[in-house]
């Protein structure tokens, strides 16, 4: 038994007479050539109001008018969507990608390419936000010379406004040379997790007077190098909060209070778009629960996949009756 597949002339001649044969292309309006028909479509959409570009004029008029500058972290075209959509002053490509994105154990894994790639990703979403990238670990330690060469890559191919690297005293020259180059640099000291092994793990910094004097030495050294912010990470309140006073520069603070000039957090973090039972860092306020709807949703999905009550019928296309009809018979089964 087998299907006989009629000709394109034999459909045509069981076309209703007077009508156009069926292989015949009718006259459509634009707008439905326009229509799509595909859940593969573009995802971006600009905001209801659209904002001006955040420029680093932006960010120094934040800062001098001590109002909070705000910054989360996005790994792709959706997360950096719904950050610019949501007015973050800055974005942050950061390389807790690695592990949110990539499914790595730590920082240290990712590569610049991959970074670059993410980078690319997400400036295409954010058309208002700042957008910074994150140094990976082993592009800028080096040299200067490689620093600079690592921070026009990802300016260039990444398509962002600025780059951020770790380190204090010992990075200063890196960011000099990248400054100097005209590519805004964000500095970040306390707890640099590219560096935990040397850290003893993931330890707050400056809990001693020593510690405490060393990542103000750290903040200053990457203020007189060019930077135009600093990230204090996992530092006392009170500590952010004087080394803060003692900058001329905004402070971005995670894990260090309420006296930062602002505050970043991982956007995977803070909305909950995560398996229970995984580990939260103390200073992580959960605002939403991504996992927990979108679980929800593709349990919904499933059950009503298997029980065939979906999709319904006003998710499915129409045939014309004559259409069907002519297909109906053109599929006749016959014997072979």
Same mark, same amino acid.
């Given at each position: ?98 592990? +949110? ?83 805004? +640099? ?41 930077? !135009?912010?600093? +990230?204090?990470?996992? +530092? ?90 002519? !297909? ?9």
């Amino acid at each position: 038994m087998a299907y006989r597949i009629p000709s394109r002339v034999a459909l045509s001649r069981m076309s209703t007479p007077g009508k156009v044969p069926i292989v015949a292309c009718h006259p459509v309006a634009i707008s439905q050539i326009q229509q799509r028909h595909s859940s593969h479509s573009p995802l971006g959409s600009p905001p209801t109001i659209q904002r001006k570009k955040i420029t680093l004029e932006s960010l120094r008029s934040l800062y001098k008018k001590n109002e909070p500058i705000t910054m989360i972290t996005a790994h792709d075209f959706p997360s950096g969507h719904v950050a610019d959509h949501a007015g973050m002053d800055m974005v942050l490509v950061g390389d807790s990608l690695a592990m +949110v994105a990539l499914g790595m154990e730590d920082t240290s894994e990712v590569l610049l390419d991959e970074m670059i790639l993410h980078c690319r990703s997400v400036s295409r979403a954010t058309k208002s936000a700042f957008t910074i990238g994150d140094l990976p670990m082993g592009s800028y330690e080096v040299s200067p010379s490689q620093a600079l060469e690592s921070a026009i890559r990802v300016i260039k191919e990444g398509r962002v406004q600025g780059v951020k690297l770790e380190g204090g005293t010992e990075m200063a020259a890196a960011i000099q040379r990248i400054a100097s180059a005209g590519i805004p +640099v964000l500095g970040h000291v306390g707890l640099t997790p590219q560096r935990q092994n040397s850290l003893g793990g993931f330890r707050v910094q400056g809990k001693t007077t020593l510690g405490a004097l060393k990542v103000l030495e750290d903040a200053i050294a990457v203020q007189e190098a060019g930077a !135009f912010a600093v +990230v204090l990470e996992a +530092v006392p309140a009170e500590v952010a909060s004087l080394v803060t006073k003692k900058l001329q520069i905004p402070t971005i603070g995670i894990g260090a209070g309420n006296g930062c000039s602002g505050q970043v957090l991982v956007q995977v973090d803070m909305s909950g778009n995560f398996p229970p039972g995984r580990f939260l860092p103390k200073f992580v306020k959960k605002y939403g629960d991504v996992w927990g709807e979108s679980m929800k949703a593709m349990q919904a999905y499933k059950e009503e996949v298997k029980n065939r009550s979906y999709p319904e019928p006003q998710h499915t296309y129409p045939m014309p009756a004559d259409e069907l009809s002519q !297909f109906q018979q053109a599929i006749q089964i016959e014997s072979v």
